[in-house]
Each structure stands twice: as structure tokens, then as C-alpha cells.
């Protein structure tokens, strides 16, 4: 049986695909940890800013997968779309070849960075430069970890903003490092323009398509593995 441990960025990205792919809490975890022994699922933070200290209560496992959701670069990814990249580009410009997944198909690469894309305006100029169908922020470090440890590794990420939109900045803010949302700050982003309460409805419905097309691909592996 392959044992394969699949990563988030935010809480409510482990919540989401365990309540998908029905994966029940570890017993005794304080923050988001789910499994059923050939699978285990964590929240990392923004950044995999938590990845190193949150690591001492995983097991050992034959296969790492980043996933949730990712945004958007090149033009004809639409919300909800998969995207299982072959290669993820670093922000210090390293390259990650990714491990394959079963039963999904891979193809293009995924550009990870260090700060949140705001603007169509960024988004068009990321695509330009480097050629990636969609970005996160978590991707590289990840992988980099794997690598570390000898362990092959993959990202499994659906689209939940397209290249038409980026995260506002006051949106952004109310994510903390530690991938946790600040339900106040997100109330305030949400009134401090005319247009951000539609950003933030529209960034919600996006992450949960892109949460469901991510679970549903990994539940296609999980039945193969």
C-alpha cells in the first residue's frame, strides 16, 4: 500500500478536501490533521511557513502531495480547472520536477512566489515571464522538504481565481501565517471598497470549485494506490 501524505497552505484547504474525500481527524489534533492510514492530510501555512515544525507529527511516506488551490496564469484556465504541473518553478529560480500521480495526467509547470498576486496586470506578466499555467505559494518549499528526505513528490492544485483576477491585497491580509483565516479582518476587507464584498464572495465560490476538482482527483489516485 503507498502511504501518501498531501499538503495545504490554509486550514480551511485541509478541511475542505478531508470533508470531500471523508478523511476523519487524527486523534488529538490541535490543528487541521486528517488521515486513514494510506492517507494523511495537513495544513502547512502560507508559505509553508509551518511545514518544519508541524512535520514531527506525520509519519513516514512513499509519496508528498501539494495541493488546493492555485491561481491562474495562463488565459485559458478557468475556475475549478486541475492542474497537475510537471515541473514547479521556484521563486529563487530553482526547478522541482515533479513525481507522477496515478491515474492523473501531468503537463505544464507551476510557478511558485513569495508574495500574493493582486492584479490581472501581475498575472499576465508572470505568464509572460515564465511561461507557467497557474501559481501558489507553497509548491517549492514543499517539494524542496520532500527532496530533503529522499521522498518523491507531486502537486495536485485546482484553479480557484483565473488570470482575469488577483487576491486584494486587504483579502490577503486576513490570512495569517500560520494558514488560519482572521474572521474580523475578513469582515473589514470585505467592507473597505465597493467592490471587495463581490472579490471575496467570488474568491470563495472559487476556492470551494477548486476544492472539490482537487479532492475529486485525489480520490481517483487514492482508488489506484
Do not use: Y
Not at 486541475?82 to 515533479?98: A, N, S
Not at 476556492?207 to 472539490?212: M, R
Amino acid at each position: 500500500m503507498t502511504r501518501v501524505l498531501v499538503l495545504t497552505a490554509l486550514d480551511i484547504e485541509a478541511r475542505g478536501l478531508a470533508r470531500h474525500l471523508g478523511l476523519p481527524p487524527v486523534p488529538g489534533a490541535r490543528l487541521p490533521h486528517f488521515g486513514n492510514g494510506m492517507l494523511e492530510l495537513a495544513a502547512v501555512g502560507l508559505r509553508a511557513a509551518r511545514l518544519a515544525e508541524r512535520a514531527v507529527n506525520w509519519r513516514a511516506r512513499d509519496l508528498v502531495i501539494s495541493a488546493g488551490v492555485c491561481g491562474a496564469l495562463a488565459p485559458a484556465l478557468s475556475v475549478g480547472a486541475l492542474v497537475v504541473p510537471t515541473v514547479v518553478l521556484g521563486p529563487d529560480g530553482g526547478r522541482w520536477p515533479t513525481a507522477r500521480v496515478p491515474g492523473l495526467a501531468a503537463n505544464g509547470a507551476l510557478l511558485t512566489v513569495g508574495d500574493v498576486v493582486e492584479s490581472a496586470a501581475q498575472k499576465a506578466r508572470l505568464w509572460m515571464e515564465s511561461g507557467a499555467l497557474a501559481v501558489d505559494m507553497e509548491s517549492a518549499a514543499i517539494l524542496a522538504w520532500a527532496r530533503e528526505r529522499g521522498t518523491p513528490a507531486a502537486v495536485v492544485r485546482a484553479v480557484a481565481d483565473d488570470a482575469e483576477r488577483g487576491i486584494p491585497a486587504a483579502l490577503a491580509a486576513a490570512v495569517r501565517d500560520d494558514g488560519r483565516v482572521r474572521p474580523l479582518r475578513a469582515v473589514s476587507a470585505a467592507l473597505s471598497r465597493a467592490t471587495a464584498l463581490g472579490d471575496l464572495l467570488e474568491l470563495r465560490a472559487g476556492t470551494a470549485a477548486a476544492l472539490k476538482t482537487a479532492a475529486a482527483a485525489l480520490a481517483t489516485m487514492a482508488r489506484i494506490i
